[in-house]
T-cell receptor, first 114, second 112 residues
Framework: DAKTTQPPSMDCAEGRAANLPCNHSTISGNEYVYWYRQIHSQGPQYIIHGLKNNETNEMASLIITEDRKSSTLILPHATLRDTAVYYCIVRVGAWETSGSRLTFGEGTQLTVNP | KAGVTQTPRYLIKTRGQQVTLSCSPISGHRSVSWYQQTPGQGLQFLFEYFSETQRNKGNFPGRFSGRQFSNSRSEMNVSTLELGDSALYLC???????????FGNGTRLTVT
């Protein structure tokens, strides 16, 4: 699985958009970008994933650059409850091939301030 | 739809004892995997079960074992507990080969 690089920490004002970057310059053509977050003492929560097109769901939007070497997770209106560690993971989408083995890096600690 | 359920939420054991943790996946999910999370090592993959068969295994000693039942529920067992086994144990499930993993809130195991 490709390595990812994320800033260790970010701050965001409540109600504003939070834009979390992720670099994955060695991504392969069959690798997806997944985002998870983990609030203290809870399990990781799946947010969104994508291959090459931008994706949006009820939680967030995922913007992937055309060369797929970086992506941005956007929380459109951050709330205090969005304070968490956010993990960007790159891996093949075919879980049957590589199984459920998932590797989290250090992630980005997002702090939403009132 | 209910999420992944793990019991118990907290557990305190003594060195040398054994422990069994339980996981109920999301309804319809047939794959269950287990992870250990510690501040020093981060998230580490233990093993994965699919249709009652172990499909993948991480680099953990044989003291760590698991099983999956016909209803997809899974248990993880750790024998001869060591202090270093203190961790958050997470269970995750997925529905199909191209679906994301969904995690439970874990069991916090403390070994004294």
């Amino acid at each position: 699985d490709a390595k990812t690089t994320q800033p260790p920490s970010m701050d965001c004002a409540e109600g504003r958009a939070a834009n979390l970057p992720c670099n994955h310059s060695t991504i392969s053509g069959n690798e997806y970008v997944y985002w998870y977050r983990q609030i203290h003492s809870q399990g990781p929560q799946y947010i969104i994933h994508g291959l090459k097109n931008n994706e949006t769901n009820e939680m967030a939007s995922l913007i992937i650059t055309e060369d797929r070497k970086s992506s941005t997770l956007i929380l459109p209106h951050a709330t205090l409850r969005d304070t968490a560690v956010y993990y960007c993971i790159v891996r093949v989408g075919a879980w049957e091939t590589s199984g459920s083995r998932l590797t989290f890096g250090e992630g980005t600690q997002l702090t939403v301030n009132p | 739809k209910a999420g992944v359920t793990q019991t118990p939420r907290y557990l305190i054991k003594t060195r040398g004892q054994q422990v069994t943790l339980s996981c109920s996946p999301i309804s319809g999910h047939r794959s269950v995997s287990w992870y250990q999370q510690t501040p020093g090592q981060g998230l580490q993959f233990l093993f994965e079960y699919f249709s009652e068969t172990q499909r993948n295994k991480g680099n953990f000693p044989g003291r760590f074992s698991g099983r999956q039942f016909s209803n997809s529920r899974s248990e993880m067992n750790v024998s001869t507990l060591e202090l270093g086994d203190s961790a958050l144990y997470l269970c995750a499930s997925r529905s199909s080969y191209n679906s994301p993993l969904h995690f439970g809130n874990g069991t916090r195991l403390t070994v004294t």
